[in-house]
């Protein structure tokens, strides 16, 4: 079991420090730096960063196809608009509804046509 423990910033310093300390205290620590945190956790072994090593090669096998497709697959269920910018005019907005596109505005956060 570990216990997470959290300095905060101060107002001179930029760093986050957060450590995981492990439950004995007979064992080896190490950091780990990165935008302004240092994280201190126990030290671990070599062989469960190979098994993790190995866990993240298998995910990015998998992560791998959907990386390379482009775009974004909305799946919209029936009855739910769709909006975007009106390329004509960017201050209204086009509602596609049920196979319908329909030009307005948002006034009091509802949709108005035009």
């Not at 974004?72 to 910018?85: D, E, N, Q, T």
Request: hydrophobic letters at 35%.
């Amino acid at each position: 079991m570990s216990k997470i423990t959290e300095r905060g910033r101060s107002s001179y310093s930029s760093t986050t420090h957060v450590s995981v300390k492990p439950a004995s205290r007979d064992t080896a620590s190490a950091k780990v730096h990165f935008a302004g945190v240092v994280i201190t956790h126990a030290k671990l072994s070599k062989s469960v960063v190979k098994q993790q090593l190995a866990a993240s090669g298998s995910a990015m096998k998998r992560l791998r196809p959907a990386l390379l497709e482009r775009g974004v697959k909305l799946r919209i269920a029936a009855g739910v608009p769709l909006y975007h910018a009106d390329p004509s005019n960017p201050s209204r907005v086009v509602r596609k509804l049920k196979g319908k596109e329909r030009i307005g505005t948002f006034v009091n956060g509802k949709f108005k046509p035009i």
